[in-house]
């Protein structure tokens, strides 16, 4: 145990020092371009491509305006992506196995891409075209990733904009974080990939024949595998190219993809920390959110080790990929250790993407990533939507700190009053309110339990995860489960949609509050929120708010058939 938290830990310190002046890069980029050479050639560029669109572009908006451009920019999204699902039959002189999709597959799909969920309960590489997936995934895989971004520096500048009603410009903020941050990063990784083994060709699909009976030939997908799954880890979007996922030969085909991959998947999340820290010109505030997320991931870590039994006995080479666990449902190329590590780090951070079957986990070590996403998805979470949902926590933590202790509840010089305490409850309730409410629904209704794999506790975890997945827009399946019907189709859509827009409007009010506030100088009456004390303050609340909203299911859950596992093993074995 101790030698896999140890190499946690020196993984996280690896990302960290990458993704620390990357941070500070994304600082410039939203904030201050001018200060660096290579984006003053941008903003030319942007001037003259877009001053002919007039003032909609530059403009800084409301909290209202800047919500209603990013709700017309998802249901524009999602429309064009149906369209292209539900129709890519039309492109079978390019792609001779491209058929159309159904109704109510191609409406769940072009939900979960544009909302950044990537949920796939159709079979990818059989049911979306090589070329839909790179012309219509794929530009979705850039723009749900900066939306989060997005909001993440609404709610930063909030904390440093002086009365005002404005918060910044969507299509603006859209744009240079699309073409400046994520399509570099993109371009930077997708060659890695390529030399790890993932492939990259625009052939789509090629004929093999087998080696046992070469007159047996089978049809496979290719396509721009590298690319997609790059900007699939470093956007948290999850979403893959065949149902495996990060378990398929393509996708992930050496234990040096696989490092790389998992890295992918944190170094943006890490990096916006710095970000924040920067906006807000106050960087012990981006140390602080940063320790305690790191604290929380380990423990999250060392859980899910305990839970599996995997650890690596030798520091070395030959044992590094084998490590001791249970292997049930695991990685047989990578071990226990690297499939555990993934599965807690994609639930972490919001990325959806596996490369085990989380079902065959024992219970507890199943639980640990439906738990990180029952706390809100805060400890790293995702791309901009952590960050930001971790001060929303904070927030709760500063006002009740402050209540109990008799300090003014304020942050970075922003009192925080029962209008911003309002936005605060609204965000932590409501996406547990429809996952709980969801849940009852499937696990009341024949239907719903008719595509359980099993009609015990572990269905009812079955359910949970699916919809705490659907509404922390993770995207990650527990396996076992059925979804390609009309009704999950349908209920899933609908709660990746009303979680996505709800969050985002509730952190852009949010935003929009604390911008219209005064800035208050820091005396002695305020609490200071970049102490030790803080930080373990700051732990407590996100643990205890996740275990007050999702505790009672999560018992009947994973709870009792980890205790019916261990009845068995005594009456078994006494």
Request: hydrophobic share 50%; charged share 10%.
């Amino acid at each position: 145990m101790i030698t896999a938290l140890l190499v946690v830990a020196v993984f996280l310190s690896v990302v960290f020092l990458l993704a620390w002046p990357l941070g500070k890069y994304i600082y410039y980029v939203v904030e201050d371009p001018e200060s660096l050479k290579p984006l003053r050639s941008f903003l030319s560029l942007e001037k003259k491509l877009f001053s002919r669109v007039g003032n909609l572009y530059f403009q800084n908006m409301t909290w209202r305006e800047y919500f209603f451009s990013l709700l017309a920019f998802h249901t524009l999204g999602i429309v064009l992506l149906f369209l292209l699902l539900r129709f890519q039959g039309l492109l079978s002189f390019f792609d001779r196995t491209a058929h159309n999709m159904p109704a109510f597959t191609a409406f769940n799909t072009a939900i979960s891409f544009v909302t950044n969920t990537d949920w796939q309960s159709s079979i990818p590489e059989k049911d979306v075209s090589w070329i839909i997936g790179a012309v219509g995934l794929g530009p979705q895989l850039f723009f749900s990733a900066a939306v989060g971004i997005c909001l993440l520096c609404c709610l930063s500048r909030a904390f440093v904009y002086k009365e005002t009603k404005t918060i910044g410009s969507f299509w603006k903020d859209l744009v240079r974080i699309s073409i400046c941050v994520l399509f570099p990063l993109a371009l930077l990784f997708s060659p890695l990939l390529v030399a790890t083994g993932v492939p990259q060709s625009f052939k789509g699909i090629t004929t093999y024949s087998s080696y046992e009976n070469p007159s047996n030939t089978s049809d496979i997908l290719l396509g721009c595998t590298a690319t997609h799954v790059a900007i699939r880890q470093l956007g948290t979007n999850g979403g893959g190219l065949y149902a495996a996922n990060a378990a398929h030969p393509f996708e992930n085909p050496s234990p040096w993809s696989n490092i790389l991959e998992i890295g992918l998947m944190l170094l943006i999340p890490i990096a916006l920390c710095r970000t924040f820290g920067e906006i807000v010109r106050m960087r012990r505030q981006a140390i602080l959110l940063l320790s305690v997320m790191g604290v929380l991931f380990l423990f999250a870590c060392a859980a899910a080790f305990w839970a599996e039994g995997a650890d690596i006995p030798f520091l070395a080479p030959t044992q590094l990929f084998h490590a001791t666990g249970n292997m049930e449902g695991k990685e047989c190329r990578f071990g226990p250790f690297w499939s555990i590590f993934w599965s807690v780090s994609t639930t972490a951070t919001s990325t959806g993407s596996v490369n085990s079957s989380l079902s065959s986990y024992l219970p507890l070590g199943g639980g640990v990533p439906l738990a990180l996403m029952q706390l809100g998805e805060v400890i790293f979470g995702g791309v901009g939507t952590g960050a930001a949902g971790a001060i929303v926590f904070l927030l709760v933590a500063v006002f009740a700190a402050g209540l109990m202790v008799g300090r003014t509840p304020e942050y970075l010089g922003k009192k925080i009053e029962t209008r911003e305490m309002k936005f605060v409850t609204l965000l932590t309730i409501l996406p547990a309110a429809l996952v709980l409410i969801t849940t009852a629904i499937v696990l009341t209704t024949p239907i719903g339990i008719s595509s359980l794999s099993a009609h015990s506790s572990h269905g009812v975890t079955e359910a949970l995860y699916a919809f705490s997945s659907a509404a922390a827009n993770n995207g990650s399946s527990f396996a076992g489960l059925d979804a390609n019907i009309p009704f999950y189709n349908v209920l899933l859509g609908i709660v990746m949609y009303i979680s996505r827009l709800f969050s985002a409007a509730m952190i852009l009010a949010l935003a929009g509050s604390l911008a219209g506030k005064k800035q208050v100088a820091i005396g002695a009456g305020t609490l200071p929120t970049d102490t030790v004390a803080f930080g373990l303050w700051f732990a407590f609340v996100i643990l205890i708010i996740g275990a007050l909203n999702f505790l009672p299911a999560f018992v009947l859950g994973p709870g009792i058939e980890h205790m019916t596992l261990c009845e068995m093993w005594n009456n078994a074995f006494g």
